[in-house]
């Protein structure tokens, strides 16, 4: 079936109907209408998958990806013109222009976490840069991944946009084909595979990742608002979101304010966690489990959970230490260890312990303090005085750096990933100008020289 597949999309794209910008428009505006009539399925697999009520589903995923396809849709006429060039003078005379091209036939492997918006932005992007689409979301998001199935039949011929995810392995069989360009949306140690088997066959790829993301609280900070947006942030979907902050570094001076503010607004946003149908559960046993072990140290919230509705509640653990288990891997759910500090040299220190995180959250009002620890923390983006949102602005690129990913995607940064800009010089055919053919002689030299330097 994927052999089949790979090869109706490259007979799709070889036949040149998706080179028309006309075409793609009308292909993400088919999909967009689409996904508002099929909403209320979506929203309810959503649940079944993740335990997320509709308005979650909606803020954190479908209405993300109508944004995205809004904006696509307006623009991409732009997006896809070529764009002059200058030329040097050498070269006169002659006119330049670079030319967006799409690769090919591309495939996109998408996670769990957010399964309907990690597998239709990317999704977005290839379309609309104009090439075929093989999307393999995850098998253990099973209801949605089987509503992406039906929703891209409903939309594109096969040979323009697929959907595999049946059974174990479909994912390494994939990376066993060549592509033109590979998008990955997972855990770093997947994404080293999928690294290495595209370097097989020279594919270029794209991989996001994860990784610890630190928030951080100095002195200065309003401690009772960046609570709340911690806490908001961090137990949003369970704490299962590749930008959720993963853990706390704290001035010792608000340490204590902090901490209480937290476990006010954690009481307040998710009341009754356990038997609370606006909180999500853990997307499968093993996840559970894992998680469980981390439920260990200063506890001074939380630390229960339901085995079978496989929800654990909001934890924070206070004061952690950075030899805590919780801070020996990823957390990716919703356990918040909160570490003070006393001087800043530590916040680089306890950040260096780990690679580069996918994002950084700062809380500071002191622009000194600002300007210097996002000059030396590496980490892929984030936000000032809040945390998660720096996501859901389009025109500010999204990826990781070294561990946490290399590539980067979102509003027009989608369409440049996609895209491979073939550059092209138009020279004159009316005019040869002598100077660079031999033989070489002094004033040819004096020519070279004066236009070349």
Known sequence: MIERLIESQRKYFGSGFTLDVKTR????????????????????CLYYDLGKTASEAYMTEIG??????SLFIKRLKGWAKPKKAKTPIAQFPSSGYVLPSPYGCTLIISPWNYPFLLSVQPLIGAVAAGNTVLLKPSKLSEHTSKAIKELIESVFPEGYAAVVYEGEGVGSKLLEYKFDYIFFTGGADTGRSVYQKAAKNLTPVTLELGGKSPAIVDKTAKTHL????????????????????DYVLVHESVA????????????????????????????????????????????????????????IQPTVIYPASPEDKAMSEEIFGPVLPVIKYSDESEIYDIIDRHPSPLALYLFTCDKNVRHRI????????????DTVVHLTAPALPFGGVGNSGTGSYHGKKSFDTFTHYKSVLKK????DLPVRYPPFKKLKDKLIKFFMK
């Open 25 to 44: 428009l009308g292909y993400l505006k088919k999909l967009k209408n689409a996904i508002k009539q099929r909403e209320s399925k979506l929203c309810e």
């Open 64 to 69: 993300m990806v109508l944004e995205e396809l």
């Open 226 to 245: 960046a609570a709340k947006r911690i806490v908001w942030g961090k137990f949003l979907n369970a704490g299962q979101t590749c930008v959720a902050p």
């Open 256 to 311: 204590d304010t902090f901490s209480a503010s937290i476990k006010k607004w954690t009481d307040k946003l998710f009341p009754d966690a356990l038997n609370n149908p606006g909180y999500g559960k853990i997307i499968n046993r093993r996840h559970f489990e894992r998680l469980k072990n981390l439920l260990e140290g200063n506890i001074v919230y939380g630390g229960n959970y339901n085995e079978n509705a496989l929800k």
């Open 374 to 385: 996002l000059a030396k923390v590496r980490f892929g983006g984030g936000c000032v005085n």
């Open 428 to 431: 004159s055919i009316r005019l």
